[in-house]
């Protein structure tokens, strides 16, 4: 009998949690992220994505997010093959989503680059490929003037190959988003963009969503957390905001759980980073409550437009 409960109990601790979102492809998304970007925490070792990935997946991720310009590609692929040879997953119970740096944009550069990605990553094929920025720039850094609707082109061009099996876009405002949908043959599974309790994007979201485009939110904390990048100069609401408070008390949750619900009650699939252990457990820990109308609303309420990137 003991060992029947332990063998549950590890299998419930290894099952995946985040449930799955239906791209407009028919393909199938984790709607919770493990984000590997690290932005201001760069000056630490890059090795920890590797155990983080190994972390979340035991945790329940079954979606991580990298992408060329976080120079951890290796480090996700490693994680993820631990997880695969410890048997914890296979490598189709996974969902891997990497992007196009802004230096790789003409048509003919994208399937050569993902490939690049893909032999960083150990893997045959990534399920979603995004097009990082909608702004172009040569190798040294200055900007160039290739159009996305041709970088969007050799996006086609992986997914028919199967190198990706979805593609979508980041950073695209709803006129790109517009101009995008009426020149080309694939329609965009994704956009993901900023959003957080300071930056709501309930407009751009909305037209993502009418289309049929699913939003995934970046930086899903906003100034929950210290960014160094601001100081302590952005907006509410902190950690320790009375608003979240009270929710999070409400339903016997942290305030960033809180965040994380907020988001996905709004159907968009947050992107929280993470290399902690315990906050990595946390952060996907948010399926046995749902916040209703008004709280969301009340979250809303903190929008003040302000990004937590220049
Ligand atoms: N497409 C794009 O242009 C774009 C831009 C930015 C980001 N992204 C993606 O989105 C991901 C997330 O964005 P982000 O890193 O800017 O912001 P974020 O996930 O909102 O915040 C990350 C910060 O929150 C801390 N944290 C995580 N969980 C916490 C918890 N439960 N309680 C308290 N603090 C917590 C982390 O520290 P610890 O690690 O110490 O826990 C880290 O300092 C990136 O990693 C990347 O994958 C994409």
Request: hydrophobic fraction near 40%; aromatic fraction near 6%; include cysteine.
């Amino acid at each position: 009998m003991r060992v029947l409960i332990l063998i549950c109990g590890i299998g419930m601790a290894l099952a995946a949690k985040a449930p799955l979102k239906v791209l407009n492809d028919g393909n199938k998304m984790p709607i919770v992220a493990l984000g590997t970007g690290r932005g201001t925490a760069q000056n630490k070792p890059v090795e920890e994505v590797r155990d983080a990935v190994f972390w979340a997946i035991e945790a329940g991720y079954r979606h991580i997010d990298t992408a060329v310009l976080y120079n951890d590609e290796v480090q996700v692929g490693q994680g993820v093959a631990e997880a695969i040879k410890k048997g914890i997953v296979t490598r189709e119970q996974m969902f891997i989503t990497t992007k196009l740096p802004n230096d790789r944009h003409p048509r003919d550069q994208v399937v050569t680059t993902l490939k690049e990605s893909l032999g960083r990553l150990g893997m045959d094929y990534v399920d979603l490929f995004l097009i990082h920025f909608p702004l172009s720039t040569k190798s040294d850094g200055s900007s160039d003037n290739i159009d996305y609707l041709d970088t969007w082109k050799g996006m086609e061009d992986a997914k028919e190959l199967g190198l990706a099996k979805s593609i979508g876009i980041s950073n695209f405002g709803e006129a790109q988003v517009d101009r995008l949908l009426a020149n080309c043959k694939i329609k965009p599974a994704v956009n993901q963009i900023e959003v957080n309790p300071t930056m709501t994007s309930e407009p751009l979201v909305a037209h993502c969503q009418s289309l049929g485009i699913a939003v995934m939110a970046y930086s899903p904390f906003g100034f929950l957390v210290t960014r160094t990048r601001h100081n302590s100069t952005g907006p509410p609401p902190r950690i320790d905001d009375s608003t979240l408070n009270k929710i999070a008390q409400k339903y016997g949750k942290t305030t960033s759980q809180v965040v994380l619900r907020y988001l996905i009650d709004r159907d968009l699939i947050p992107v929280p980073k993470s290399t902690n252990k315990d906050r990595i457990a946390q952060n996907i820990d948010l399926f046995d409550f749902k916040l209703t109308a008004d709280e969301v609303n009340s979250i809303s309420r903190f929008n003040r437009n302000v990004s937590v990137f220049d």
